[in-house]
């Protein structure tokens, strides 16, 4: 018989096992690839912009992230967007 430490462990392990499966069944591996794509965007940033929240052993992101530098780089990402609104200017004639 389980106690109920060993349970919830077993628990946890399941769950992961069983977002992982969804996760693997239900998104394709282009999507996949783009999403890790946009995240090695944002680790770069990041490593020039906020150094400290990247760790500098593995590249990986230190979670949770300062909203200051969440904040800013979703500003970078907009900065475009957000030029071509204020300029009434379409983003098709926007220099790139």
């Known amino acids: 018989m389980l ?3 060993e349970r919830r462990q077993n628990e946890r392990g399941n769950g992961v096992e069983i977002a992982q ?9 282009s999507t996949k690839r783009t999403y ?12 020039q912009h906020y150094p400290g929240t990247i760790n500098t052993d593995t590249s ?14 979703f500003g970078h990402i907009c900065e475009a967007g957000f030029s071509c609104d204020h300029e009434d200017i379409d983003a098709r004639d926007a220099p790139r």
């Not at 499966?21 to 591996?29: F, G, I, P």
């Not at 890790?36 to 490593?47: E, F, V």
């Not at 992101?61 to 969440?70: D, G, I, K, W, Y």
């Open 60 to 73: 990986e992101l230190r979670v949770p992230l300062p909203n200051e530098a969440v904040l800013a780089f």
């Open 3 to 5: 106690h109920s430490r």
């Open 36 to 47: 890790q794509s946009k995240i090695n965007i944002m680790k770069a940033w990041l490593s």
């Open 21 to 29: 499966s969804l996760q693997a069944k239900r998104t394709n591996s």
